[in-house]
């Protein structure tokens, strides 16, 4: 089996980024993208050029060099200018600029052509992102998407995940296979969302963290519930899990400089866990089902689960 090292985590992880954000609100802004890239990275961005146009019906104009292009342009210049040449005689003609979203794409983090023609772009006042699998000596200062993946196919699949997101975030949602439309379209749906159908979530406290002391001094000071790593595991290969803790609020006062979701980020890396994590929230998110040592199951009637409350003992008065 191929390497995906938890895709989904990763793909998580991006979307929460505030390079993300700032992304969104520049390809929502621009009207027309110029992805820059070489290699097998043209082939994927040949694609998303046609299907972004297509699906925005024009309202975005997507365009990418092609195989020819590089063939003879690489002949008249050197590898680090070529994308450059390409790109001026498309651009520096127009009166603004300003709605012209480059973006630049690199697998390997180490593409001095792309460094070349983002830096360029953005010094004649152009929009410009730069996504990669490792960080970039980004000195112009674009939003920086970093996938951390390892692989150049990883790398190619995130990158048409990430581009459909941005088609989505900015109001078109790229659409489902013919075959598998509900032919009854004008029926409610049963779920709101298909997260309800796909997520989990899992309280952090007392459930994956031990927390034997309580809140004690606002760090993520305990071990692991025994259990919880192979259970993680396993739930990760059905669902995507959602750690929902009230140590993610943002009313909640930085720990040690570092805010609760970054201190539980690194309490799940340190117990080797965070793999099977896509994302930390303090939000109850949308779910199958949730995992939380609080939690009281509502299923039949009020009365019910009054009496259950009553059995666990909520009604009694609590000692000071």
């Keep these: 089996m191929i390497d995906v090292e938890n895709i989904n985590h990763c793909f998580s992880k991006i979307i929460q980024t505030e390079d993300w954000r700032k992304l969104e609100e520049v390809f929502s802004y621009c009207d027309e993208i110029f992805f ?3 290699g097998g ?15 925005t019906a024009g309202k975005k104009v997507v365009y990418t060099p092609d195989v020819d292009t590089v063939a003879v342009w690489h002949g008249d210049f050197d590898y680090t200018s070529w994308l450059v040449n390409w790109l001026r005689p498309r651009i520096e003609k127009r ?13 390997s983090g180490a593409s001095p052509d792309v460094d070349e023609v983002v830096s360029w772009a953005h010094s004649k006042g152009c929009k410009t992102t730069y996504l990669s699998s490792q960080p970039v000596d980004n000195k112009w200062g674009s939003p920086e998407i970093v996938t ?9 699949v995130m990158t048409m995940l990430l581009a459909y997101q941005l088609l989505r975030s900015s109001g078109t949602s790229p659409p489902r296979i013919k075959t598998l439309i509900d032919k009854k379209q004008d029926m409610p749906r049963l779920h ?28 993520v000071y305990d071990e ?13 290969e ?4 959602i ?25 799940l890396e340190e117990n080797n866990i965070s793999q099977y994590v896509s994302k930390v929230t303090s939000e109850k998110p949308r779910a199958k089902f949730y995992i939380d040592d609080k939690a009281v199951r509502f299923e039949n009637s009020w009365e019910e689960t009054m009496t259950k409350l009553e059995k666990l003992g909520y009604f009694e008065q609590e000692e000071k």
């Design 224 to 236: 692991m519930m025994p259990g919880a790593a192979e259970a993680l595991q396993k739930l990760s």
């Design 95 to 107: 009166k603004s600029l300003d709605k012209i979203l480059i973006v630049g794409l690199s697998s």
């Design 148 to 156: 951390s993946v390892s692989y150049y196919y990883e790398s190619e």
């Design 41 to 55: 990275n043209m082939a994927i961005v040949r694609h998303l050029a046609a299907d972004i146009t297509r699906l």
């Design 243 to 267: 750690v929902y803790t009230c140590k993610a609020r943002s009313d909640r006062g930085l720990v040690n400089g570092k805010t609760g979701t970054a201190l539980v980020w690194k309490w």
């Design 36 to 38: 820059c890239c070489h």
């Design 192 to 219: 709101s969302f298909d997260d309800e159908i796909r997520q989990i979530g899992v309280d952090f406290d007392k459930v994956v963290h031990k927390c034997a002391k309580g809140y004690y001094d606002g760090t």
């Design 238 to 241: 059905m669902y995507t899990v």
